[in-house]
T-cell receptor
Framework: GQQVMQIPQYQHVQEGEDFTTYCNSSTTLSNIQWYKQRPGGHPVFLIQLVKSGEVKKQKRLTFQFGEAKKNSSLHITATQTTDVGTYFCAGGDSGGSNYKLTFGKGTLLTVNP | KAGVTQTPRYLIKTRGQQVTLSCSPISGHRSVSWYQQTPGQGLQFLFEYFSETQRNKGNFPGRFSGRQFSNSRSEMNVSTLELGDSALYLC????????????FGSGTRLTVV
């Protein structure tokens, strides 16, 4: 079945440094979604990418979808303490009769003030 | 507009017992998915319901079951609880098949002793 790998598992940065998490799928995806989960909270939907090579920005966050639609990245510029949390990618597959979403294991970001 | 509501928030059960968790999706959302979250395994998909029909199912034993009612509310049941079932159980709702992102509830923290 479809597998979504996410690296790194953990990342600790100094406030103001940049951060990137990478997501790779074993199969071609229909789309990719990104979620953020604050410590003690629940995942919150951030964005969805659908097109090959798509790039979307949300303030300091930049999301990219690979040309082959098998990988994606999330880059945060100049991290802040409010960025702390686990970032999950989730690969969508519309190939079968029903749409399926497979989550990566997430990257836990901690920020030292 | 109300979010996804999960009850109860916390549960402590004994091995061998059974438990029922409830999820009320966002009004108008017809799809409800259930996930198990543990520190080691991340977010693991249990099942998805749409218009009272199970549309997708993850790789969990038959002790895990669910259903959806005509008002889109969903319940999941775990029978013969094991220590390893201790986890955060998250419910997520979406309008259609989840292609536009899921809205998660705050989860039910189940502890099996």
């Amino acid at each position: 079945g479809q597998q979504v790998m996410q690296i790194p598992q953990y990342q600790h940065v100094q406030e103001g440094e940049d951060f990137t998490t990478y997501c790779n799928s074993s199969t071609t995806l229909s789309n990719i979604q990104w979620y953020k989960q604050r410590p003690g909270g629940h995942p919150v939907f951030l964005i969805q990418l659908v097109k090959s090579g798509e790039v979307k920005k949300q303030k300091r966050l930049t999301f990219q979808f690979g040309e082959a639609k098998k990988n994606s990245s999330l880059h945060i510029t100049a991290t802040q303490t409010t960025d702390v949390g686990t970032y999950f990618c989730a690969g969508g597959d519309s190939g079968g009769s029903n749409y399926k979403l497979t989550f990566g294991k997430g990257t836990l970001l901690t920020v030292n003030p | 507009k109300a979010g996804v509501t999960q009850t109860p928030r916390y549960l402590i059960k004994t091995r061998g017992q059974q438990v029922t968790l409830s999820c009320s999706p966002i009004s108008g959302h017809r799809s409800v998915s259930w996930y198990q979250q543990t520190p080691g395994q991340g977010l693991q998909f249990l099942f998805e319901y749409f218009s009272e029909t199970q549309r997708n199912k993850g790789n969990f034993p038959g002790r895990f079951s669910g259903r959806q009612f005509s008002n889109s509310r969903s319940e999941m049941n775990v029978s013969t609880l094991e220590l390893g079932d201790s986890a955060l159980y998250l419910c997520a709702s979406s309008l259609g098949q989840g292609e536009d992102g899921y809205t998660f509830g705050s989860g039910t923290r189940l502890t099996v002793v």
